[in-house]
């Protein structure tokens, strides 16, 4: 089993003639995802690595016959928000968004008419997500090849900010023979579509997933959302943390920003001191170094 994605996943890229897209495309086909179209105002007609290419979503609905499970947004800033409400309005149920320096009303109204029609937003600013084996959306993982090699089906559920930092800590997880249920680039901007605890549910409807790693920075208050929402519902499954940037926390560097837009810290509350004493007092690990990650998990499911 896995969360969101299954084999017969399909999905259209948004932007699919763009260099970033055609790449994207490229990887994801490789790794066996079922691409059913793309779309660039002006170019129907064209085809990407086989993919047949529309000026609107609707043109590809109609192509392939129902609205497809997904899309990839990998269109500009100025253009995401129409982009994704497109694709929302014709009935596609969970959107990819790549695109990085999106104006924070612009994603807040895409949540907000996702939420209102039942579908789903994992970005934007990510690389996607990863089910092992299963099926690849976004450029999570790279080429095909190195997305195996990293990625390996298993018992441990990732979400993290940092698309790198995905592959990374799970790299280390199937490297000690625990693997992957489903990885998940969640974004790393202030405002994003599904954060930790939103996600939680469908990992612990999931009978692969056993444990979760988290992969945060300082800034929000999603850590506070993801204790709560364990609290709340008696989650039977263990976390495992990795906090990054902990300088942050120096006085001086309140206020500021780095890595990430999401990543600033405005009050005590936010910096990794107090995040990480939040997440040790509800039970949640934080290690110091990536390769900890796989023994702690290990001891929190019994060896």
Same mark, same amino acid.
Do not use: H, Q
């Given at each position: 089993m896995s969360i969101l994605l299954n084999e017969d996943f399909t999905f259209i890229v948004q932007g699919i003639t763009g260099r970033e897209a055609v790449n994207l495309t490229r990887e994801c086909l490789d790794y066996g995802a079922k691409i059913v179209g793309g779309v660039t105002p002006g170019r129907k007609g064209r085809e990407v690595h086989g993919v047949p290419v529309f000026d609107t979503v609707e043109q590809a609905v109609e192509h392939h016959g129902s609205p497809p499970d997904g899309a990839v947004a990998t269109v500009?800033? $100025?253009?995401?928000? #129409? $982009?994704?409400?497109?694709?929302?309005?014709?009935?596609?149920? @969970?959107?990819?968004? !790549?695109?990085?320096? /999106?104006?924070?009303? #612009? !994603?807040?109204?895409?949540?907000? @008419?996702? &939420?209102?029609?039942?579908?789903?937003? /994992?970005?934007? &600013?990510? @690389?996607? @997500?990863?089910?092992?084996?299963? $099926?690849?959306?976004?450029?999570?993982?790279?080429? $095909?090849?190195?997305?195996?090699?990293?990625?390996e089906p298993g018992r441990v559920g990732v979400m993290s900010r940092s698309g790198g930092m995905t592959t990374e800590i799970s790299s280390s997880l199937t490297a000690a023979g625990l693997g992957v249920s489903t990885a998940v680039s969640i974004g790393g901007d202030a405002i994003i579509g599904s954060t930790y605890a939103e996600l939680m549910p469908l990992f612990e409807a999931d009978e692969q997933t056993e444990a979760i790693v988290i992969y945060t920075e300082p800034g929000g208050r999603m850590e506070a959302e993801l204790v709560d929402w364990r609290e709340a519902n008696d989650s039977r499954l263990p976390i495992v943390a990795f906090m990054a940037g902990k300088f942050m926390d120096d006085e001086e560097m309140q206020g500021m920003s780095f890595g990430h837009a999401g990543t600033i810290v405005e009050g005590k509350e936010d910096s990794a001191t107090e995040k990480i004493a939040r997440l040790e007092a509800a039970g949640i690990p934080v290690v110091e170094r990536i390769h900890e990650i796989p023994d702690v998990v290990k001891e929190k499911l019994g060896g």
């Open positions: 500009p800033p $100025a253009f995401t928000k #129409d $982009a994704v409400m497109e694709a929302i309005e014709n009935g596609i149920k @969970l959107i990819v968004i !790549v695109t990085e320096r /999106i104006p924070r009303r #612009d !994603v807040a109204e895409m949540v907000e @008419l996702a &939420n209102e029609r039942g579908a789903r937003i /994992i970005g934007p &600013n990510c @690389l996607g @997500l990863i089910s092992p084996g299963v $099926a690849k959306m976004g450029g999570i993982g790279g080429p $095909a090849k190195d997305a195996r090699k990293a990625y």
